[in-house]
């Protein structure tokens, strides 16, 4: 094994409630986790677990309603959390921590043509000349594989992959630090998917760049992880290498988001959790999976801690605490 | 094929086309295919390939400027496409009905659930409005919506995508229909949610013997839930086989595309087969085979037919049928 790449993104008990008329929704609720230079952490989870509020807490893109926001986010040895929006806007979004927003083949803007589309965050962000920008988004639409003929057209001459991909170069463009792609590709038909995937791997061998990548289709970010990460009602419940989450992971609830999956080439039945994630405006106390979860026991009242499991995963489930392995061999972790 | 007694749906040679300003768009351009009781039989392809078209034909809700112009779609003993609309209104939601795509924006948004189900049941079986919304009831709970007596008086916009879509099937199923068309029924959903949908789905089919033609382009849903697949290509179909022979000897250099396209998980080592171009303009199509223009196989194997003349659906294998020169 070679020596583990630097850190570049650091999240510590980040926080970030939205103010409601029936009180506080816990959108993103004390999430730890590090994203190392140059590989992609993928977060999972299903609708309405936070993954897209954690993606707007890190580039701090709060709606109106936000409440409690706080935490800490290191990038590299600065906490950018310390800094006033002012600062944050200038030195810190586009310019080192970028995004692909959900939707994102619709989410440009229908008036403007792709090139000065793309090139804009150069400018805004870069303090580059138009020329300049222009340059750099010529290359980036290259670079991702866009026809440079293209750079004179709207978003709606364009088909969804050929959005998608100059959604992708926008991002690039300023050639950031870290991108978080949300959900890019849940849209699209499987073959303009598997291309848009094959980019995303391409571009993260290329560039330097480290991704994030929000999704609830785990086939699909298999693809291009390094690192996962499982969300569930506000928490990271589980976070570790991407390879052997996929080949055996370990908290309940991970274990029946991957056996939801419907597989290609195996004829087992696939498995399914009943019931609802929790609101997130009243979570569960104690453990917020419990309810669902075929392996509850008493202790499960409790909220448990990450317990570290083969010595760098964590796992949040008392399943894990070496008291409750050793004084209850009934609740042994099936592997 | 085998007996023809259960033959529930069988079609044979259908076209529809839209007839546009821009010339004759060929959506379904001669498909085959049969589906027997209690059969799940899938419909795959791209976006544009004629899937959705294909059902919207068998439901007769091909709007202007779009006409089923040739072919018979024999539900049940009865041609679908000559029979008079005031006969179709009493098979559609009834005999055979269908989740669409998006359940959003398929729900009327200014009625509350519990009426649009109930609206069913009062049409197609004469039920007043009290054992109507019992019933509505019952199909909610059935299809696991929670604090079903409570939802009924929900409105669209009030539900989850997950529960929108299952009030859609609940509608769907509200008539316990001989055969139901499932229109990318879990695409907007999910993993978890959709695994809960496609068990409901297995359910109605091993309990009341419910055909099912499932169209999505999501391969693992495919592979989990059919009997059969047709893969369609601009119109066409251009592989049909049992699931497991599918997915084992894909033949069809689209279907073996399309498979490769898919990924697995912890298989992440090599790139995504991806096929270049994109799916042809159905008003002006590539003379000779349609994929022809897309095709790697082609250049491979020098095949110098295939742009000139179009091949024929072959049967390769028992029940095994490609339309490629490759097999001639």
Same mark, same amino acid.
């Given at each position: 094994?070679?020596?583990?790449?630097?850190?570049?993104?650091?999240?510590?008990?980040?926080?970030?409630?939205?103010?409601?008329?029936?009180?506080?929704?816990?959108?993103?609720?004390?999430?730890?986790?590090?994203?190392?230079?140059?590989?992609?952490?993928?977060?999972?989870?299903?609708?309405?677990?936070?993954?897209?509020?954690?993606?707007?807490?890190?580039?701090?893109?709060?709606?109106?309603?936000?409440?409690?926001?706080?935490?800490?986010?290191?990038?590299?040895?600065?906490?950018?959390?310390?800094?006033?929006?002012?600062?944050?806007?200038?030195?810190?979004?586009?310019?080192?921590?970028?995004?692909?927003?959900?939707?994102?083949?619709?989410?440009?803007?229908?008036?403007?043509?792709?090139?000065?589309?793309?090139?804009?965050?150069?400018?805004?962000?870069?303090?580059?000349?138009?020329?300049?920008?222009?340059?750099?988004?010529?290359?980036?639409?290259?670079?991702?594989?866009?026809?440079?003929?293209?750079?004179?057209?709207?978003?709606?001459?364009?088909?969804?992959?050929?959005?998608?991909?100059?959604?992708?170069?926008?991002?690039?463009?300023?050639?950031?630090?870290?991108?978080?792609?949300?959900?890019?590709?849940?849209?699209?038909?499987?073959?303009?998917?598997?291309?848009?995937?094959?980019?995303?791997?391409?571009?993260?061998?290329?560039?330097?760049?480290?991704?994030?990548?929000?999704?609830?289709?785990?086939?699909?970010?298999?693809?291009?992880?390094?690192?996962?990460?499982?969300?569930?009602?506000?928490?990271?419940?589980?976070?570790?290498?991407? #390879?052997?989450?996929?080949?055996?992971?370990?908290?309940?609830?991970?274990?029946?988001?991957?056996?939801?999956?419907? #597989?290609?080439?195996?004829?087992?039945?696939?498995?399914?959790?009943?019931?609802?994630?929790?609101?997130?405006?009243?979570?569960?106390?104690?453990? #917020?999976?419990?309810?669902?979860?075929?392996?509850?026991?008493?202790?499960?009242?409790?909220?448990?801690?990450?317990?570290?499991?083969?010595?760098?995963?964590?796992?949040?489930?008392?399943?894990?605490?070496?008291?409750?392995?050793?004084?209850?061999?009934?609740?042994?972790?099936?592997? | 094929?085998?007996? *023809?007694?259960?033959?529930?749906?069988?079609? &044979?040679?259908?076209?529809?086309?839209?007839? +546009?300003?821009?010339?004759?768009?060929?959506?379904?351009?001669?498909?085959?295919?049969?589906?027997?009781?209690?059969?799940?039989?899938?419909?795959?392809?791209?976006?544009?390939?004629? &899937?959705?078209?294909?059902?919207?034909?068998?439901?007769?809700?091909?709007?202007?400027?779009?006409?089923?112009?040739?072919?018979?779609?024999?539900?049940?003993?009865?041609?679908?496409?000559?029979?008079?609309?005031?006969? @179709?209104?009493?098979?559609?939601?009834?005999?055979?009905?269908?989740?669409?795509?998006?359940?959003?924006?398929?729900?009327?948004?200014?009625?509350?659930?519990?009426?649009?189900?109930?609206?069913?049941?009062?049409?197609?079986?004469?039920?007043?409005?009290?054992?109507?919304?019992?019933?509505?009831?019952?199909?909610?709970?059935?299809?696991?919506?929670?604090?079903?007596?409570?939802?009924?008086?929900?409105?669209?916009?009030?539900?989850?995508?997950? @529960?929108?879509?299952?009030?859609?099937?609940? @509608?769907?199923?509200?008539?316990?229909?001989?055969?139901?068309?499932?229109?990318?029924?879990?695409?907007?959903?999910?993993?978890?949610?959709?695994?809960?949908?496609?068990?409901?789905?297995?359910?109605?089919? +091993?309990?009341?013997?419910?055909?099912?033609?499932?169209?999505?382009?999501?391969?693992?849903?495919?592979?989990?839930?059919?009997?059969?697949?047709?893969?369609?290509?601009?119109?066409?179909?251009?592989?049909?086989?049992?699931?497991?022979?599918?997915?084992?000897?894909?033949?069809?250099?689209? +279907?073996?595309?399309?498979?490769?396209?898919?990924?697995?998980? *912890?298989?992440?080592?090599?790139?995504?087969?991806?096929?270049?171009?994109?799916?042809?303009?159905?008003?002006?199509?590539?003379?000779?085979? &349609?994929?022809?223009?897309?095709?790697?196989?082609?250049?491979?194997?020098?095949?110098?037919?295939?742009?000139?003349?179009?091949?024929?659906? &072959?049967?390769?294998?028992?029940?095994?049928?490609?339309?490629?020169?490759?097999?001639?």
């Amino acid at each position: 094994m070679d020596q583990p790449n630097e850190t570049v993104l650091r999240a510590r008990n980040l926080r970030l409630y939205f103010q409601t008329r029936r009180g506080p929704v816990q959108a993103v609720d004390g999430v730890d986790f590090d994203l190392r230079k140059n590989e992609a952490t993928v977060i999972i989870g299903e609708s309405g677990c936070g993954k897209s509020s954690l993606a707007k807490a890190i580039l701090r893109l709060l709606p109106r309603n936000a409440g409690t926001y706080d935490g800490e986010v290191w990038l590299h040895d600065q906490n950018i959390m310390l800094l006033n929006d002012e600062s944050f806007r200038k030195e810190i979004r586009w310019r080192r921590i970028s995004m692909v927003p959900q939707a994102a083949m619709n989410a440009l803007n229908p008036v403007m043509r792709i090139g000065d589309q793309v090139s804009e965050p150069a400018i805004v962000h870069m303090n580059m000349t138009k020329e300049d920008a222009t340059k750099s988004a010529v290359r980036m639409l290259e670079h991702v594989g866009v026809p440079i003929d293209f750079l004179h057209r709207y978003a709606f001459e364009l088909s969804g992959g050929m959005r998608q991909r100059s959604a992708l170069a926008m991002a690039l463009v300023t050639l950031p630090d870290v991108v978080i792609l949300d959900e890019p590709t849940s849209a699209l038909d499987v073959l303009t998917q598997a291309s848009i995937m094959n980019l995303m791997k391409r571009m993260k061998k290329e560039l330097e760049t480290s991704f994030i990548l929000i999704t609830h289709d785990i086939a699909t970010s298999s693809e291009l992880a390094d690192n996962v990460a499982v969300m569930y009602a506000g928490q990271i419940v589980e976070v570790g290498d991407a #390879r052997r989450f996929f080949t055996k992971p370990l908290h309940p609830y991970s274990h029946a988001l991957m056996a939801s999956v419907p #597989r290609l080439r195996e004829t087992i039945e696939p498995e399914f959790i009943t019931g609802q994630p929790p609101s997130l405006l009243n979570p569960p106390t104690g453990c #917020r999976f419990k309810d669902r979860c075929p392996k509850r026991f008493d202790k499960c009242d409790e909220a448990p801690p990450m317990f570290i499991e083969e010595g760098d995963r964590q796992v949040r489930c008392w399943l894990y605490d070496d008291a409750i392995q050793m004084s209850r061999p009934e609740y042994q972790v099936v592997a | 094929m085998d007996n *023809g007694n259960n033959v529930l749906l069988d079609i &044979k040679n259908l076209r529809t086309q839209f007839f +546009t300003e821009g010339g004759v768009v060929h959506a379904v351009d001669g498909i085959n295919f049969s589906v027997r009781r209690g059969e799940v039989v899938g419909l795959v392809g791209e976006s544009g390939c004629g &899937k959705s078209v294909t059902s919207l034909s068998i439901m007769r809700l091909i709007a202007q400027p779009g006409r089923i112009v040739e072919g018979q779609i024999i539900f049940d003993n009865e041609d679908l496409v000559a029979l008079p609309e005031s006969r @179709m209104v009493n098979i559609r939601g009834n005999r055979v009905s269908m989740i669409f795509q998006q359940p959003q924006s398929s729900l009327n948004p200014v009625f509350r659930v519990g009426d649009q189900l109930s609206e069913v049941l009062q049409i197609h079986q004469d039920v007043g409005k009290e054992v109507g919304e019992r019933r509505a009831i019952e199909l909610l709970t059935m299809v696991g919506v929670p604090d079903p007596e409570s939802r009924i008086k929900a409105f669209p916009h009030e539900l989850s995508g997950g @529960m929108a879509q299952r009030v859609m099937i609940a @509608m769907a199923l509200a008539c316990v229909p001989e055969l139901l068309i499932a229109d990318e029924p879990t695409t907007a959903l999910d993993v978890t949610i959709q695994a809960q949908i496609l068990d409901l789905m297995r359910n109605l089919r +091993t309990k009341m013997d419910t055909a099912i033609i499932l169209i999505t382009h999501d391969l693992g849903v495919v592979a989990e839930m059919c009997d059969w697949v047709n893969v369609m290509y601009a119109g066409r179909i251009v592989e049909q086989a049992p699931v497991v022979e599918l997915f084992k000897t894909p033949k069809h250099p689209y +279907t073996v595309a399309l498979i490769g396209s898919t990924p697995i998980l *912890g298989h992440a080592d090599k790139p995504l087969t991806t096929i270049p171009g994109s799916v042809p303009n159905l008003v002006d199509l590539p003379t000779g085979c &349609k994929f022809w223009p897309r095709c790697t196989a082609r250049i491979q194997h020098n095949l110098e037919i295939c742009d000139k003349e179009e091949p024929a659906l &072959k049967t390769i294998a028992p029940n095994h049928t490609v339309r490629c020169w490759l097999y001639e």
